[in-house]
């Protein structure tokens, strides 16, 4: 065989020397020019033109550079091969425009051309014996007997080995077009679904409306956005006689002791199952579909739930993008409209100081810094207050708002994040914003601190006087003077209205991905994926930064594609290093095949644990509830090698109660940080107690517009750093007296000192 090739190649070579010895000189190759290469078929003006690749995530692939199968053939048929020659040649095809042409029609833009020919150049001078009939060019080329374009067709087969995704564009492009998503959702579309839309604020009564259709069905599930609303549902179901189950990412209760699923189930939204038929679904707090990380779950559920009735719940500004969506489905939006079933208003003042508390109040700050520091100030005025943040477990949440809305219970005052927004009765009687500004993550993934938006404002106020609450009417202030005027202002704006959808890649398209491009990590597959899917008018791709961020911490652990997909689509937060650590644990242990056992956790998180004795252990203390939490859910996914699900439960309901006594005591908590912490006159270090909080490092620049129009001409006396610091509750108002008698004191003898200063300064330079 291989002296049968080499007469082939000899003869090849003969009749190729012929050919050129009786033809003219070739003349430079134009497009489509290159035998095998023709150029792409144009579209006509009707076709969509496709979307063009981000090709900085094409991530070259290593070629191994394995010998020749037919050995030295090409260097016995010709000669040896001149490196500074062959370097020379390379160069000058590199620098022709012509071939640059001829590549980005075959895919190759600047930026992948660059690096397909650094590669290929490498390639060629570093292997010590090429393919015959590549080395025959490159002899031919070197010797003047052949044309420098005809290196054109290797490179071309060099760069889709390195660029796999060039040779199955089209393919990767229909796999990541979006545009019809309700086609993904057959069983939906083969019924014909009645869509209730139940429109109103916060305390107008829609959940209740829905529910009460749900609690009548034969068969109903409730998708909400918490955990607590879940939890809510499925204890008012049961209580009502109606058997429901409670289905979160986390936990799955079936009230058969039995473990029969029930006919009714409470799911947090992301659980809901788009393949079982129900009489009525209700899917909770609707605008949430345009969430830029969390909106394809509302999609998902809006579009795939295989219910007769689907009662959604929401502001009145999602009706007509719900009503256009249902369009594309061919289903009709039945539309009832609630008001608030008690009236708030806003005050006309600011309350300015902490010592102006009443009970019911509820100040609402939007970070754990200004958490700490309000609370303090409030017990060191011998005030007990609650406290409600988002990172505490869902036990304690409860036990913090049981504990504030107990009339008997001496605990009048709440410190709450706008985690208090959602899934909890409170008995607010005051909603007091501590500030206006709110770290936020656009639909870019970039984070920012923003002011406030109108949806947001509202949902927050509209917990004061709830309908179900002691107090019938509910009012709504600032804490400080000049965020009034801005409060006001956002209030009045009509709600912005929804006007996309959020999408987010499946499992299976991710899979056909890596069928053709099988040598990418999954990070560079979504990244992708992204950049050439196609998505319409009324929809985007949610934010996958977090997906990204799990995916590059274990790209090194072998896992198969399935398994590392439901590892990256765990809901973690990557700002604890103890769970980002936890995960990175978890799925070495996974990949090892070794089932990760109640006392390997145990052994993990030093369980047993001890209350907090400050700050900074009631944070790890969170974040061990969080690695819990973790663990149960991949416990559902991968059952065998989490097996030890329930008594993992077990000490997680014992770390809350832990946790709990640590939030009675954070006063406490706050003082003994501040004493371990080395400070400098009165700022204290401590993380999330010093004076880098945003609130108060950005209240003074906020990026509203409506602000520039209510600021005032000149500012007053009240409006210094000592109001301010009153205001704050760092100052008391006879401290602010005292402090201006003893600087009025101080400047003049200052004054005098300066002066004498002077006097010395001028007889010392007489006597020089």
């Given at each position: 065989m291989a002296l049968n090739r080499c007469v082939d190649l000899l003869r090849r070579r003969c009749c190729s020397l012929l050919r050129r010895a009786v033809a003219p000189p070739p003349a430079p190759l134009s497009s489509g020019s290159v035998p095998g290469f023709a150029p792409p078929l144009s579209r006509s003006s009707s076709d969509r033109t496709p979307r063009a690749p981000d090709t900085s995530l094409f991530v070259p692939v290593a070629v191994r550079n394995d010998e020749a199968r037919d050995g030295a053939v090409g260097a016995e048929l010709t000669q040896p091969l001149d490196k500074g020659e062959l370097l020379k040649v390379l160069n000058k095809f590199y620098k022709r425009k012509e071939m640059q042409k001829l590549a980005a029609d075959q895919g190759l833009d600047a930026r992948l051309f660059h690096q397909a020919f650094i590669s290929f150049r490498k390639y060629i001078l570093e292997m010590n014996i090429l393919s015959a009939d590549l080395h025959i060019i490159l002899s031919d080329i070197c010797c003047g007997a052949g044309h420098i374009d005809d290196i054109f067709p290797y490179f071309m087969r060099h760069a889709k080995q390195i660029f796999p995704m060039l040779d199955c564009m089209d393919d990767l492009r229909k796999i990541s077009?979006?545009?019809?998503?309700?086609?993904?959702?057959?069983?939906?579309?083969?019924?014909?679904?009645?869509?209730?839309?139940?429109?109103?604020?916060t305390n107008s009564g829609k959940t209740y409306h829905a529910i009460q259709r749900y609690l009548e069905a034969k068969s109903g599930v409730y998708c909400g956005p918490l955990k607590l609303l879940a939890h809510e549902i499925f204890e008012k179901s049961n209580a009502a006689g109606v058997p429901c189950d409670l289905v979160t990412g986390e936990e799955r209760t079936f009230v058969d002791p039995e473990g029969k699923q029930s006919n009714h189930v409470a799911c947090t939204i992301e659980m809901c199952s788009v393949t079982t038929p129900y009489e009525v679904a209700v899917i909770d707090e609707i605008q949430m579909?345009?969430?830029?990380?969390?909106?394809?779950?509302?999609?998902?559920?809006?579009?795939?739930?295989?219910?007769?009735?689907?009662?959604?719940?929401?502001?009145?500004?999602?009706?007509?993008?719900?009503?256009?969506?249902?369009?594309?489905?061919?289903?009709?939006?039945e539309v009832h409209n609630y008001k608030r079933l008690t009236p708030f208003s806003i005050s006309d003042q600011a309350v300015e100081n902490l010592d102006n508390l009443e009970p019911g109040d509820c100040i609402v700050c939007f970070s754990k810094n200004d958490i700490y520091s309000v609370n303090r100030q409030i017990e060191i005025r011998g005030l007990e207050c609650a406290v409600i943040y988002g990172s505490l477990p869902p036990g304690t949440k409860l036990a913090q708002a049981k504990k504030f809305n107990d009339p008997d219970d001496p605990c009048k005052i709440l410190v709450a994040t706008d985690a208090i927004g959602m899934g909890l009765n409170l008995s607010i009687r005051r909603i007091i914003f501590n500030s206006l500004v709110k770290p936020s993550v656009n639909e870019k993934g970039e984070k920012e601190l923003v002011t406030i938006s109108t949806s947001?404002?509202?949902?927050?106020?509209?917990?004061?006087?709830?309908?179900?609450?002691?107090?019938?009417?509910?009012?709504?202030?600032?804490?400080?003077r000049d965020d009034l005027p801005v409060l006001k202002e956002i209030l009045s704006r009509p709600v912005d209205p929804v006007e996309t959808a959020g999408l987010h890649p499946t499992a299976e398209q991710i899979e056909m991905f890596a069928y053709h491009l099988p040598d990418a990590t999954l990070s560079n597959l979504i990244d992708i994926f992204v950049s050439l899917s196609q998505v319409d008018g009324l929809y985007f791709v949610c934010n996958i930064d977090d997906f990204k961020f799990l995916a590059d911490m274990i790209q090194h652990i072998p896992l198969n594609l399935r398994s590392r997909y439901v590892f990256c689509t765990a809901p973690i937060n990557k700002k604890q290093p103890f769970v980002c650590t936890s995960f990175l644990k978890f799925a070495r242990q996974f990949s090892r095949d070794e089932p990760l056992t109640f006392d390997w956790v145990c052994r993990h998180i030093n369980w047993p644990l001890v209350a907090p004795k400050n700050i900074k252990d009631l944070v790890h203390l969170e974040a061990v509830h969080d690695v819990l939490d973790l663990y149960l859910w991949l416990s559902y996914r991968f059952m065998d090698m989490f097996p030890d699900a329930n008594l993992v439960r077990e000490i997680q309901q014992e770390l809350d109660g832990i946790i709990q006594v640590g939030v009675r005591n954070i006063t406490r908590l706050i003082r003994a940080t501040e004493a371990q912490s080395p400070s400098s006159g009165s700022e204290s270090k401590t993380p999330g107690l010093g004076p880098q909080s945003p609130s108060l490092a950005l209240r003074r620049a906020r990026a509203s517009k409506s602000q520039a129009h209510m600021k005032e001409g000149n500012r007053t006396t009240e409006h210094s750093l000592g109001s301010r610091l009153v205001q704050e509750g760092l100052l008391t108002p006879e401290l602010l007296q005292q402090l201006r008698k003893e600087w009025s004191r101080d400047h003049n003898q200052n004054g005098n000192f300066t002066k004498g200063t002077a006097v010395t300064a001028n007889k010392k330079k007489k006597k020089k």
């Open positions: 077009d979006l545009r019809v998503p309700a086609n993904w959702y057959p069983e939906a579309r083969a019924i014909q679904r009645k869509i209730i839309f139940h429109a109103g604020p579909i345009r969430d830029p990380s969390r909106g394809w779950a509302w999609t998902r559920a809006l579009m795939g739930l295989c219910a007769e009735e689907i009662h959604v719940c929401g502001e009145a500004a999602a009706i007509n993008f719900i009503t256009e969506l249902m369009f594309t489905t061919g289903e009709e939006v947001q404002a509202l949902q927050i106020a509209g917990r004061a006087g709830r309908f179900s609450s002691v107090f019938k009417e509910g009012m709504v202030t600032t804490m400080h």
